[in-house]
């Protein structure tokens, strides 16, 4: 069995631990996360994804099972790492490509985590919409960040085969970028709404399958009269899967604009997205003051896409991860504290949902 399957294999059976000690904390409360249980929850995610990145800095040649300088060159041409060799020194060529591994992990990291805050916003006007209890969030939330884990994977492999396969896909997705980035920051003022009667996932599950009208607790499925029924909270939870799947289609082409290696792709988008139910909690009640955070994911978006179109030219020109990393840090630190600098009474982003059928949907105990 190879490095790169036993590596994968212990990371998956890592994050299902954590996921796993996540959902038995869950089910011993209330349901309902506070700020201060989200804020430790945010905090352990973040230092174990900081853990990781000193495990890849030290032994990240390991993923590849790396042993030799030719085997080292090969992964460098395959993934298309930054890295210069030291011939004949196959101690500092690890040393420089671990170093150029950990810079990726990273800065991968930091966008995913950027574009995750948007993303929070949606599922928080999706739960708002269906007027879900807070109470039931968490356990949404568990099962959809389960199921965004197994779409990330499939996406991030499959996609590197066809970056592999056919490199003029970055051409397509750096221009595909810069258009959902100028579509961003031409409509950040924009009510954001959702019609919960007449979503396309709603209609859908409407029409193939036996949908109860009630909520019935937090259960997903119900059994009335001898026939087994979704209920509406097994809607949300295929709404905001939905939206995630919308989601990866910019946030996991512009972390292969930082690095081509399809495992640094995974275990940075991972690492992300099991941070977003904690962020969920620590930001839903505030997340619309950061009012130019909007802009900021917008010029992000732009950026990254442009440089997936320009990275011949960047390279030629000595552009590096480095680089890449302070522009995201200064476009995201900037957004933030103007947002915070610049305050005003008005709700820059306010929710909005259509009141139809969510208005239908009673509880039962």
Same mark, same amino acid.
């Given at each position: 069995?190879?490095?790169?399957?036993?590596?994968?294999?212990?990371? +998956?059976?890592?994050?299902?631990?954590?996921?796993?000690?996540?959902?038995?904390?869950?089910?011993?409360?209330?349901?309902?996360?506070?700020?201060?249980?989200?804020? $430790?929850?945010?905090?352990?995610?973040?230092?174990?994804?900081?853990?990781?990145?000193? !495990?890849?800095?030290?032994?990240? /040649?390991?993923?590849?099972?790396? *042993?030799?300088?030719?085997?080292?060159?090969?992964?460098?041409?395959?993934?298309? =790492?930054?890295?210069?060799?030291?011939?004949?020194?196959?101690? =500092?060529?690890?040393?420089?490509?671990?170093?150029?591994?950990?810079?990726?992990?990273?800065?991968?990291?930091?966008?995913?985590?950027?574009?995750?805050?948007?993303? @929070?916003?949606?599922? %928080?006007?999706?739960? #708002?919409?269906?007027?879900?209890?807070?109470?039931?969030?968490?356990?949404?939330?568990?099962?959809?960040?389960?199921?965004?884990?197994?779409? #990330?994977? +499939?996406? !991030?492999?499959?996609? &590197? &085969?066809?970056?592999?396969?056919?490199?003029?896909?970055?051409?397509?997705?750096? &221009?595909?970028?810069?258009?959902?980035?100028?579509?961003?920051?031409?409509?950040?003022?924009?009510?954001?709404? !959702?019609?919960?009667? /007449?979503?396309?996932?709603?209609?859908? $599950?409407?029409?193939?399958?036996?949908?109860?009208?009630?909520?019935?607790?937090?259960?997903?499925?119900?059994?009335?009269?001898?026939?087994?029924?979704?209920?509406?909270?097994?809607?949300?939870?295929?709404?905001?899967?939905?939206?995630?799947? !919308?989601? &990866?289609?910019?946030?996991?082409?512009?972390?292969?604009?930082?690095?081509?290696?399809?495992?640094?792709?995974?275990?940075?988008?991972?690492?992300?997205? @099991?941070?977003?139910?904690?962020?969920?909690?620590? %930001?839903?009640?505030?997340?619309?003051?950061?009012?130019?955070?909007?802009?900021?994911?917008?010029?992000?978006?732009?950026?990254?896409? %442009?440089?997936?179109?320009?990275? /011949?030219?960047?390279?030629?020109?000595?552009?590096?991860?480095?680089?890449?990393?302070?522009?995201?840090?200064?476009?995201?630190?900037?957004?933030?504290?103007?947002?915070?600098?610049?305050?005003?009474? #008005?709700?820059?982003?306010?929710?909005?949902?259509?009141?139809?059928?969510? *208005?239908? %949907?009673? #509880?039962?105990?």
């Amino acid at each position: 069995m190879s490095n790169e399957v036993l590596f994968l294999g212990g990371f +998956i059976l890592f994050i299902c631990i954590i996921l796993a000690i996540d959902l038995s904390l869950g089910s011993k409360s209330s349901g309902q996360v506070s700020m201060k249980q989200a804020g $430790a929850m945010s905090a352990f995610v973040v230092a174990l994804s900081l853990a990781f990145y000193a !495990i890849l800095i030290n032994f990240g /040649h390991l993923i590849h099972g790396i *042993d030799s300088i030719e085997k080292l060159q090969e992964i460098i041409v395959k993934h298309k =790492h930054p890295v210069q060799i030291i011939p004949n020194d196959l101690e =500092h060529s690890i040393d420089l490509y671990n170093s150029n591994l950990g810079l990726e992990y990273i800065t991968g990291y930091i966008v995913e985590y950027a574009l995750s805050v948007d993303n @929070i916003f949606v599922i %928080l006007l999706v739960f #708002r919409g269906f007027n879900v209890l807070p109470k039931d969030y968490h356990k949404v939330l568990f099962w959809g960040i389960l199921g965004a884990v197994v779409m #990330r994977f +499939i996406f !991030i492999f499959l996609g &590197a &085969a066809l970056i592999e396969k056919f490199s003029w896909i970055m051409y397509l997705f750096g &221009a595909f970028l810069v258009f959902t980035g100028a579509k961003m920051f031409l409509n950040k003022n924009d009510e954001e709404s !959702i019609d919960t009667e /007449h979503h396309p996932i709603v209609r859908f $599950a409407n029409k193939y399958f036996k949908v109860h009208n009630q909520f019935v607790g937090n259960k997903f499925w119900v059994t009335i009269n001898g026939v087994k029924k979704m209920t509406p909270l097994f809607l949300v939870l295929l709404v905001i899967e939905g939206t995630d799947l !919308i989601f &990866a289609v910019d946030s996991i082409p512009a972390i292969f604009s930082v690095t081509k290696d399809p495992y640094i792709v995974f275990f940075s988008n991972i690492f992300a997205i @099991i941070g977003l139910r904690s962020m969920f909690f620590l %930001l839903a009640g505030v997340v619309d003051k950061f009012k130019y955070l909007k802009v900021g994911l917008s010029i992000l978006l732009v950026f990254i896409g %442009l440089k997936m179109l320009l990275h /011949h030219y960047l390279e030629d020109w000595g552009f590096k991860t480095t680089h890449s990393l302070l522009i995201i840090v200064l476009i995201l630190g900037g957004s933030i504290l103007l947002s915070l600098l610049i305050q005003d009474k #008005r709700t820059n982003r306010s929710i909005k949902y259509e009141e139809g059928k969510s *208005d239908d %949907l009673h #509880r039962e105990s």
